[in-house]
């Protein structure tokens, strides 16, 4: 059973950078896509960010593109989320995922098995 836990969450001002971490355990992922989602209140959980393992590229949400930058290191089981230029609209509860998803459901959350427990982000001056 693999496990994911996020961190470095925070409250950043607008136009602010964050950098968020993703700790996998368990099982090993180098065979899994990873990716994160984001969800705010009220709304439904939402793209952000992905690294197919088929093809080894990213992929990305059109609110986030060019802004946040996704990444792994196989070696220490770690996904990371550069943001930069944040928005209040990118506040949100951030979850780390994991899974085997084919390139039709990269973007849903349907396409991954493996959840952490999210982290909150909160942009706002």
């Known amino acids: 059973q693999m496990q994911l836990e996020e961190s470095g969450g925070g409250l950043v001002q607008p136009g602010g950078s964050l950098s968020l971490s993703c700790t996998v355990s368990?099982?090993?992922?180098?065979?899994?896509?990873v990716g994160w989602f984001r969800q705010a209140p009220g709304k439904e959980r939402e793209f952000v960010a992905a690294?197919?393992?088929?093809?080894?590229?990213?992929y990305y949400g059109d609110s986030v593109k060019g802004r946040f930058t996704i990444s792994r290191d196989n070696a220490k089981n770690m996904v990371f989320l550069q943001m930069v230029s944040l928005k209040p609209e990118d506040t949100g509860v951030y979850y780390c995922?994991?899974?085997?998803?084919?390139?039709?459901?990269?973007?849903?959350?349907?396409?991954?098995?493996?959840w952490g427990q999210g982290t909150q982000v909160t942009v706002s001056s």
């Open positions: 690294f197919n393992r088929n093809n080894h590229r990213t």
């Open positions: 368990g099982v090993p992922f180098n065979s899994y896509s």
């Open positions: 995922v994991a899974g085997r998803p084919i390139l039709s459901t990269l973007r849903l959350p349907s396409g991954y098995n493996y």
